[in-house]
């Protein structure tokens, strides 16, 4: 009796030294050939041995969407502002109900060739472009961001250490909400699909007023520099797939593409939000396949943006695209913003 072996071609060096034989064995029987002496009749039979164990590796499965992940320049549609058919001025009802309607404004669909910044996220700040992106942030002390208090009890914190340790001058963070946005159908809240600006001046130094008029520090606030800054996280626990957030630099917005929007709340409070018209000159990025190691900081106003000669724009213009080489089955994106006034130097 004799035992013939052969290694498994597919076998890589390290299950070969893990798993030592092929579990493939041949096993052969030799015997002479009655009718002529010098030959032999050899029966081999082969031999299955457990084979190693399938392992599910989390590593290959996370490669595998990172692949799928769209990446690079692309054009897509985005929404942008068509005024009022009648010319008046334009706003938005929030919580309306009928026969209230919720805008008097309409969008205008136009394509827009939007650039990945992955890779040279260190070429963009605030005061040049009103948005800058955080790399490298450990994991929050909240875990599901599915109940208001604790979000604030534990990432409100976060959230303020990495602004005053990535905004230089940076005195003082105060954070008045937050929004979850989530894909499905039944989310109180989804991706905002429309070219808009969170807040205007007039609206951030009503904002000031409101959260410190009763302490009177407003004044003295205002007198100093203050800006609306958000800070977006997506909350997959992958890549961000599909309904990316995009954002203009605002070094290339003209004042001219900026709308004024009456915010008007069922409470009786009116705020001020921003649409924007469509400007060819206008520079359109994303950051594909965003994680949640990644924070973008996006500035709504910068007071600075109020002097002459500073050159800082202070907003940034922004909306979710739907990115056409996103994949049919694909994750649909969940996202927190948090809303901040920064003051200072």
């Known amino acids: 009796m004799m ?18 034989r092929d579990p493939h064995t041949l096993t052969a ?14 029966s081999c039979t082969r031999v299955f041995s457990a084979s190693p164990p399938v392992t599910h590796n989390h590593t290959t499965h996370a490669m595998a969407a990172a692949v799928a992940v769209p990446r690079g320049d692309v054009s897509a549609n985005l929404n942008y502002y068509q005024p009022p ?5 334009p706003y938005n009802n ?3 109900k009928p026969p209230l309607p919720d805008r008097n404004y309409s969008d ?8 990945d910044i992955r890779g040279r996220e260190a070429d963009f700040s605030l005061d040049r472009d009103a948005f800058q992106v955080v790399q490298g942030v450990p994991p929050s002390a909240e875990a599901s961001f599915t109940d208001d208090a604790s979000i604030a009890a534990n990432y409100y914190p976060e959230v303020e250490q990495l602004l005053l340790s990535h905004i230089p001058g940076a005195q003082r963070v105060f954070i008045f909400d937050h929004t979850i946005r989530r894909s499905d159908p039944d989310a109180s809240r989804g991706p905002v699909n429309r070219v808009h600006i969170d807040q205007t001046a007039r609206s ?39 309904n990316p957030l995009s954002f203009a630099s605002t070094a290339t917005v003209d004042d001219g593409d900026v709308v004024p929007v009456q915010h008007r709340y069922s409470s009786g409070y009116t705020g001020e939000t921003a649409a924007v018209r469509y ?5 359109w990025y994303y950051l594909s396949g965003m994680t949640g190691s990644e924070r973008l900081l996006l500035e709504c106003f910068d007071s600075e943006s109020l002097k002459p000669g500073t050159g800082i724009g202070g907003r940034a213009p922004h909306t979710a695209f739907a990115d ?5 089955d694909a994750e649909g994106r969940e996202s927190i913003e948090v809303r901040t006034l920064v003051f200072g130097p």
Do not use: M
């Open 85 to 89: 058919a009648d010319d008046s001025a």
């Open 3 to 20: 035992k013939c072996q052969r290694l498994q071609a597919g076998w890589s060096a390290d299950a070969r030294r893990k798993w030592g």
């Open 204 to 242: 951030v130094e009503q904002r000031v007023r409101r959260y410190f008029g009763e302490t009177g520090e407003a004044d003295a606030l205002l007198k100093g520099r203050y800006r609306l800054v958000n800070v977006w996280r997506p909350l997959n626990k992958g890549p961000v797939e599909s």
């Open 29 to 42: 029987s030799v015997s002479r050939s009655q009718r002529n002496p010098r030959l032999f009749n050899i």
């Open 324 to 328: 056409p080489r996103t994949r049919v």
């Open 108 to 115: 205008v669909v136009q394509p827009t060739t939007i650039h």
């Open 94 to 96: 929030i919580d309306a």
């Open 279 to 283: 400007n060819p000159r206008q520079k």
